[in-house]
């Protein structure tokens, strides 16, 4: 059974930085698109950051401070977040398409302090 497993939220002041993962079990990560997403209190989820092949995006809100990346050896995917920003508050998923099904990890929660 294939799942993504998130970790690495938490509470920081504005400007701080955290690191989120997502480690797949059940399957090697190989170039499966996979990326994060959020949800803020009352809004919609939205895009955060997608790795798809060797394509990246970025919302426009999180670009030049948020970084993803994988690390091909420990199964997982990561997303550097720098600069944090209280707008930053949400909680985050993981998300990959893996085997033709849209997989999701559980919600991380991210606070931004002012």
């Known amino acids: 059974q294939v799942q993504l497993v998130g970790s690495g939220g938490g509470s920081v002041p504005a400007g701080g930085s955290l690191r989120l993962s997502c480690t797949i079990s059940?399957?090697?990560?190989?170039?499966?698109?996979m990326g994060w997403y959020r949800q803020a209190p009352g809004k919609e989820r939205e895009q955060v950051a997608t790795?798809?092949?060797?394509?990246?995006n970025y919302a426009d809100s999180v670009k030049d401070r948020f970084t993803i990346s994988k690390d091909t050896s420990k199964n997982t995917f990561y997303l550097q977040m720098n600069s944090l920003k209280p707008e930053d508050t949400a909680v985050y998923y993981c998300?990959?398409?893996?085997?033709?099904?849209?997989?999701w990890g559980q919600g991380i929660q991210v606070t931004v302090s002012s």
């Open positions: 790795l798809i092949n060797h394509n990246i």
């Open positions: 059940g399957t090697r990560i190989m170039n499966y698109a």
């Open positions: 998300n990959s398409f893996i085997f033709g099904r849209q997989l």
